[in-house]
């Protein structure tokens, strides 16, 4: 098990290494450099700029350069926001961005849990279709038709949640509408998964033994069913996980949330090479990081799973 | 297609298979899910309406796309005529004017004879400073004036916009019947540049389902080809190619296929083919391990050892008798995956970083939608709700087929 979790943490470094590298090359290779605007730069300036961002260097250089740099946890600066530098623009939206994602998940999880474990115990009552249709629902509506939607009912029609910002602007309301659009898809999910398998368990021997040996029904669910039935939900966790994370750049796009999303998203567009290039490794941690910790979780949670 | 294979495939070992085949079987189960039959039928609706939306559009039952009626930007939804639309919307407009010209009127006067109190001034004397709001006051009392001889000099915006609205619904009303955009019926209501919504729909899911058609065909057709040879061969290349698999479930894909979009530029991106290429090159991994893990299962059954005594070759045996054996996964994941290629391709389109105009898909009809959803709710509406019932119709299908294919996984999600 040590062994297995110290090969684990370091398989972390190649995939990176390969990320960082593969965005790095993608990047310098596009035509067309981040100063190449609808109003022509002349000469001289263009040198300079070049200069100062090193970018004059051949390409290998930069790399190399670069690479250090991210040791270092050094982004450099940010080639349009003039007056940040990249490391500032991160630290100041990551918080947000991660508060929002995991309030998100924990919505997503406890939630689709709760309601998957009420559909698998009614099941063909209308408790259940209703659960089953809004888990289909949630599943084929996508984040930006939601997101925009709810705003409109809830922000614009009804006045009552506001719609868009974040808590220093709103106070905690303003969480509402962005976490409910952006877990709604996975709660919809984990709630389909977890009725599925505690139907999946409520029909295997361990439970028809517990029931006979005359346990009460919620000690049976409780201890019995949720133990075995859960783990397909620890599995999910790693996908939902890094579907929340790249799906609040959309969310946070709709509902103008300042976190990192809306900078990456500003900085594909505007090819802000250093901020795009801290935007993919940050995100890239993150996912990475996050599958490890599921798949480790899972470990602990099956025993049957043997590493090696 | 298929079918054919499977028949042609299990005659050669002489064994007597009845008509009843997996496929048979399977429409048979297929055929008692209500749910997954109506999906069926709706994206078949869809997929019909998408191949002949240039034939519907050349005979004018849909109107054209990208004809823009700047006079009838932005109607609801309706079964009635343009004009009659047009004209409502401008006089509510102007009701909505008048009263706005009246309530500065009402604080017009409130100041005056505020002022007439402190000053003890007269009336007449009062009026003379602003000749611009006293005379819309006047105007504003009385509604009489059609604008001749007194939109030259007033300054009020509100005034000026009421007299102009007012002139325009004049000239609506003549050429009701002569002009002909005011006889086209939007059903679907117009954009903000009064073009068609239920043509633009049609023609977005035109391409959104091409891309996600072609976007599935190239991943399940790659991943095909990388499962089927890794796990038939097996050995240091199958170590090597899942090896490789891994590090690419290791990335985080999506970021990567903005990062392509973003680079290509604008030009290139106008070219959804470079959009879909970007999408498949990621998503081919799933069926690459799946398609492996069903080989592996199969490849030591007693229908290939057959097969390899009977001198087979093994670009023969995996084509002719591993691949149809695992055509049932393939077209579930393919079904599921396609949803998932449309919703990808229109997150991208909504970022900005997908389709370009003029062309434009479900994503971009959403994202413009949302700019304009505080007044014209339907722009948002339409398009979102088109783009939904499809999904949620593929994904039922999609668990339908699994079901139908493949029932020993039967109420696994």
């Known amino acids: 098990m040590p062994r297995y979790f110290i090969r684990r943490v370091l398989s972390i470094i190649p995939t990176l290494f390969i990320v960082i590298t593969l965005s790095f ?72 961005s991660m508060s929002l994602g995991v309030i998100s998940l924990v919505l997503a ?76 898809p996975y709660f919809a999910y984990i709630a389909r998964l977890s009725r599925a398998s505690i139907l999946e368990v409520l029909r295997s021997d361990y439970i028809r033994t517990a029931r006979a040996k005359g346990l009460k029904e919620s000690v049976v669910v409780w201890k019995h069913v949720l133990k075995g039935a859960l783990l397909p939900v620890v599995t999910y966790l790693g996908p939902a996980f890094s579907g929340i994370v790249v799906g609040s750049i959309v969310v946070e796009s709709v509902f103008l949330v300042p976190g990192i999303g809306r900078p990456f998203v500003q900085s594909a567009l505007n090819r802000d090479y250093t901020l795009i290039m801290a935007e ?29 | 297609m298929a079918k054919k294979q499977l028949e042609n495939a299990v005659n050669e070992f002489n064994q007597v298979m009845k008509p009843v085949s997996l496929w048979a ?18 994206v078949s609706i869809y997929v019909v309406i998408s191949l002949f939306a240039p034939l519907l559009t050349s005979t004018g039952i849909l109107i054209d796309y990208r004809k823009q009626v700047i006079t009838n930007a932005s109607l609801p939804p309706s079964f009635k005529p343009a004009g009659e639309l047009v004209v409502k919307k401008i006089e509510n407009r102007i009701v909505d004017l008048e009263k706005r010209v009246e309530e500065q009127q009402q604080q017009q006067s409130a100041f005056s004879s505020f002022f007439d109190f402190g000053s003890l001034d007269t009336q007449e004397e009062s009026s003379e400073p602003s000749d611009g709001y006293t005379e819309s006051q006047e105007g504003g009392f009385s509604f009489t004036y059609e604008g001749e001889g007194f939109s030259g000099n ?35 209501g117009t954009d903000n540049l009064g073009r068609d919504m239920f043509a633009r729909i049609i023609y977005g899911g035109r391409i959104s389902i091409a891309i996600g058609i072609v976007g599935t065909l190239t991943a399940a ?92 070759s093994t670009q023969r045996i995996i084509f002719r ?34 389709v370009s105009a003029p062309d434009a898909s479900w994503g971009t009809l959403v994202s413009e939608g949302v700019r304009a959803m505080e007044s014209y709710a339907w722009q948002l509406l339409g398009p979102g709700i088109a783009m939904t019932i499809f999904l949620f119709c593929m994904n039922f299908l999609g668990d339908g087929l699994r079901d139908a294919l493949d029932p020993q996984s039967k109420n696994r999600t």
């Open chain 1, 25 to 96: 090359f993608l990047i310098r290779l596009a035509p067309g450099g981040p100063f190449a605007r609808e109003r022509e730069v002349p000469e001289a300036i263009l040198q300079n700029l070049m200069k100062r961002y090193h970018m004059d260097e051949p390409l290998i250089k930069q790399y190399l350069r670069y690479m250090g740099d991210i040791i270092r946890w050094d982004f450099g600066p940010s080639y349009r926001y003039r007056d940040l530098t990249v490391n500032e623009i991160i630290d100041e939206g990551l918080p947000i």
């Open chain 1, 109 to 184: 999880t406890v939630g689709g849990i709760a309601v998957g474990i009420i559909s698998a115990l009614k099941q063909n009552r209308w408790q259940d279709y209703v659960v089953t249709s809004i888990a289909v629902i949630g599943i084929s509506v996508p984040l930006f038709v939601m997101g925009p939607v709810l705003q409109l009912v809830f922000g614009m029609r009804l006045k009552i949640l506001p719609i868009g910002q974040w808590i220093s602007t709103h106070g905690i309301k303003a969480v509402i509408l962005p976490a409910i659009t952006l877990s709604f």
């Open chain 1, 280 to 308: 993919v490794v940050v995100y890239s941690i993150i996912l990475i990081i996050a599958n490890l910790v599921v798949d480790i979780l899972y470990g602990f949670l099956d025993p049957r799973i043997s590493y090696k």
């Open chain 2, 25 to 42: 079987d399977a429409w048979k189960r297929l055929r008692k899910n209500k749910m997954a039959l109506i999906s069926l039928v709706i």
């Open chain 2, 154 to 188: 007033t300054t009020d915006p509100v005034v000026r916009e009421l007299i102009s609205q007012k002139e325009t619904l004049e000239r609506v009303k003549a050429e009701l019947d002569t002009n002909p955009d005011y006889k086209i019926v939007y059903i679907l």
């Open chain 2, 221 to 312: 057709l790659v991943g095909i080809l990388v499962g089927a040879i890794s796990g038939y061969v097996g050995g240091w290349l199958d170590n090597f190619l899942m090896r490789f698999v891994d590090i690419m479930y290791g990335l985080p894909y999506m970021l990567i296929v903005i990062i392509i979009m973003a680079m290509i530029g604008e030009k290139a991106r106008g070219s959804f083919v470079v959009l879909f290429v970007a999408i498949a090159l990621v998503s081919w991994l799933t069926i690459a391990r799946v398609v492996r893990g069903q080989i592996i299962s199969l490849k030591n059954s007693e229908f290939v050892e057959a097969a390899r005594s009977m001198g087979a």
């Open chain 2, 321 to 354: 008798h591993l691949l149809p054996n695992t055509l049932g996964v393939i077209i579930v994941f393919s079904t599921l995956m396609m949803p998932s290629f449309i919703m990808n391709e229109s997150f991208l389109s909504f970022l900005g970083l997908g």
